[in-house]
């Protein structure tokens, strides 16, 4: 009897250990799946996250390279228009200078020698006192009127109107200078162009 009971119990004890370790064995396959979906999520986030940070870092370096092309063309902008308020009043005051004495003189007769026709010269006050003998002198030897006023407006150069005419030619410092500057304004926006892209290469 007590031998049956032995084998009895190491029987029970037998079955429950082997219970145990199945149960021991299910609980491990179990955590272990557990953890590999655990990683496998956190490498899938990390792998979201980092294709996201990529973006985002390609986003924004396309926005800093577009926001330094834009402060380079407004910089070449500010440039250019500085170099061509400096040409232009520096060429305002030379036209000013050059329209003046024996030039003057020598523009008003090939003007009034060209057109055959009697004129009506605008000068400044100033020229006007200088060139009121020139105008009469130039009268006589060309057989035509010119007829010299003054006009606060023009500060240098002259302005003719042909007599019978619809047409006046304006040869003031301003009218110069402007056509001067318009011609000026494609060379200097190469000149200064030119020298930007030189920079940036080098």
Not at 36 to 64: P, Y
């Amino acid at each position: 009897m007590a031998e049956e009971m032995k084998h009895l119990i190491e029987q029970i004890q037998k079955e429950g250990i082997e219970k145990a370790n199945t149960e021991a064995d299910s609980i491990i396959s179990l955590a272990k799946e557990k953890a590999a979906k655990i990683v496998a999520d956190a490498e899938a986030k990390a792998q979201e996250s980092l294709k996201q940070a990529e973006i985002e870092s390609a986003a924004f370096a396309d926005r800093s390279v577009k926001t330094l092309e834009q402060a380079a063309r407004d910089l070449l902008i500010t440039v250019g228009q500085g170099c061509e308020k400096v040409v232009t009043e520096t060429l305002g005051k030379e036209v000013d200078t050059a329209l003046s004495g024996d030039l003057l003189q020598k523009m008003i007769a090939d003007v009034i020698t060209q057109s055959g026709n009697n004129a009506t010269v605008t000068v400044s006050e100033a020229d006007k006192s200088a060139l009121a003998t020139y105008c009469s002198s130039l009268a006589s030897s060309s057989g035509k009127s010119v007829e010299l006023v003054s006009d606060n407006e023009v500060l240098s150069g002259f302005k003719v109107v042909f007599e019978g005419k619809s047409v006046s030619l304006d040869y003031t410092g301003e009218a110069v200078a402007d056509a001067l500057a318009a011609y000026l304004r494609p060379e200097l926006a190469k000149i200064v162009s030119g020298i930007a892209r030189e920079q940036i290469s080098n």
